[in-house]
């Protein structure tokens, strides 16, 4: 079976370049360009293996979304992507992996092959 993505990315270069680097590797993916329409994927019936979002965007920030993503789906595999040394620091406070951007293929492929098989 498929593993299923939401990517949360307000950059849509961004979204547009990870989503399809995803797809390419065979995931399903949803993405989105901000917190609170992964909230309303989240408390969906859509299926969800792991969220890989950006860490600052504007209205919600990833680690924001995060917290809340505990709440819709406790257990939830969570994956933070950020541009900002600084932001790495909070994701990793907070108990969840950061890729630095931009985001290698192989790089991506090592750390979502990783939390998907826990």
């Known amino acids: 079976m498929t593993n299923r993505i939401l990517l949360v990315e307000d950059d849509p270069t ?8 995803l797809a390419d590797m065979g995931y399903g993916v949803t993405s989105v360009a901000d ?6 994927y989240l ?3 859509e ?3 792991l969220v890989l979002s950006d860490v600052v965007m504007p209205a919600m920030s990833g680690v924001e979304l ?12 969570f994956v ?3 541009g900002k ?17 931009p985001v290698t293929r192989e790089r991506l492929a090592q750390v979502l092959d990783a939390t ?3």
């Open 14 to 21: 961004s979204r547009f370049l990870l989503s399809s680097m």
């Open 35 to 40: 917190g609170d329409e992964a909230i309303r």
């Open 43 to 45: 408390y969906s019936e």
């Open 47 to 49: 299926s969800c293996d």
């Open 66 to 77: 995060a917290r809340l993503t505990r709440d819709a789906r406790p257990g939830l595999p």
């Open 80 to 82: 933070f992507v950020t």
């Open 85 to 101: 040394p600084d932001a790495i620091d909070a994701a990793l406070a907070h108990g969840s992996l950061a890729l630095p951007k």
């Open 116 to 118: 998907l098989d826990d």
